[in-house]
């Protein structure tokens, strides 16, 4: 009897351990599990620290890049300002109130942008650190951030912000081109141009004052690059751009009329002719053979120095050898072209 119970009692511990067995398999089994589970989070954790700390470092260097843009074009404009009094003494430009005027009018669109949009890349900058902050603390507290300070959002805003602020500094490296190709002023050399580019950045600069009524039309043939001195070239189209807008300015209280300003260029034999034309306020017939008198002007005092076409014919005639004739048409408009002669 005793044996029965002792034998009964051994197959009760025996199953009680067989039982203690499952449970700690199964208590080995999850803890694996969480093991493996906590290993992915780390995992997940440290590639989102990554991630965050390449996106800051991005948004840092976007950040000095366009600070260090915006500085370069603080000292252009300022520089342009200083050198207004010697341009204006040597008349290597009707009005230099224009180049700035026009510069800083093409130019304060995109630094806009990048104003703009600095202090929001800042502040997502700062959200994004503190999330990285946060991801050392509980688990709980990451969640709770990530929700308060809606992260989809800003990753997502931060994109957009940054494509932003690139378009306003690809417009600002566009613009700076543009007025290099026009600045040329001090090149006494001739050099190899195209002149289509000189052109498109004297229309530039003079965009402040070319208004969206006005119509500009171009007619581009195929031309050659020509051998000249190109800011000397630049400050004639200048001159007769600006005519050309005063011209119609000076009809604008015309009833029914669409202002418009042709250019248009050609090879002619031997030669390059630029044409500028507008359908503005002709020159009566008898003063045509004075406009490229030193001096003589029609417009009110103040208004011009009497010395941009001067300027311009003696560019065209004795520094390129060329021809700048006037063709002006009652109710009809005014025609200024260019002769360059092919080298």
Known sequence: MELTELQQRIQSLEKENRILQKKLQRS???????????????????????????????????????????????????????????????????????????????????????????????????TLMQ????????????????????????????????????????????????????????EAELKTVDLHEGLDSTLMILGSRLKPEIQVIKHYGNLPKIECSAGALNQVFMNLLSNAIDALESRSNTVNWQPMI???????????????????????????????DPFFTTKPIGKGTGLGLSIAYQIIRERHHGELRCQSIENQGTELSIELPLR
């Not at 709770?144 to 940054?162: G, H, Q, R, T």
């Not at 378009?167 to 613009?175: M, R």
């Not at 034999?269 to 053979?289: F, L, M, S, W, Y």
Request: one cysteine or more; proline letters at 2%; charged letters at 25%.
């Open 131 to 186: 999330v990285v902050q946060a991801y050392q603390s509980e688990e709980a507290e990451v969640d709770a951030l990530i929700e308060e300070v809606d992260l989809p959002f800003v990753m997502e805003d931060l994109s957009k912000v940054l494509q932003s602020m690139q378009t306003g500094a690809e417009c600002i490296e566009e613009i700076v081109g543009l007025l290099r190709t026009f600045s040329r002023l001090d």
């Open 28 to 126: 080995q089994n999850s803890q694996v599990e969480l093991e493996q589970t906590n290993d992915r989070k780390e995992a997940l954790l440290r590639k989102a620290i990554r991630d965050l700390q390449q996106s800051r470092a991005t948004i840092q260097s976007n950040h000095e890049t366009l600070q260090h843009q915006a500085a370069e074009l603080e000292q252009a404009l300022s520089k342009l300002k200083c050198t207004q009094t010697q341009l204006v003494q040597s008349e290597k430009m009707l009005s230099l109130g224009q180049l700035v005027a026009g510069v800083a009018h093409e130019i304060n669109n995109p630094i806009n942008f990048i104003y703009g949009n600095l202090l929001h890349a800042q502040q997502y900058a700062s």
């Open 262 to 292: 042709t250019i248009r260029t050609e090879v002619n034999g031997h030669q390059i002719r630029v044409c500028i034309a507008d359908n503005g306020t002709e020159i009566p017939k008898e003063i045509q053979t004075q406009i490229f």
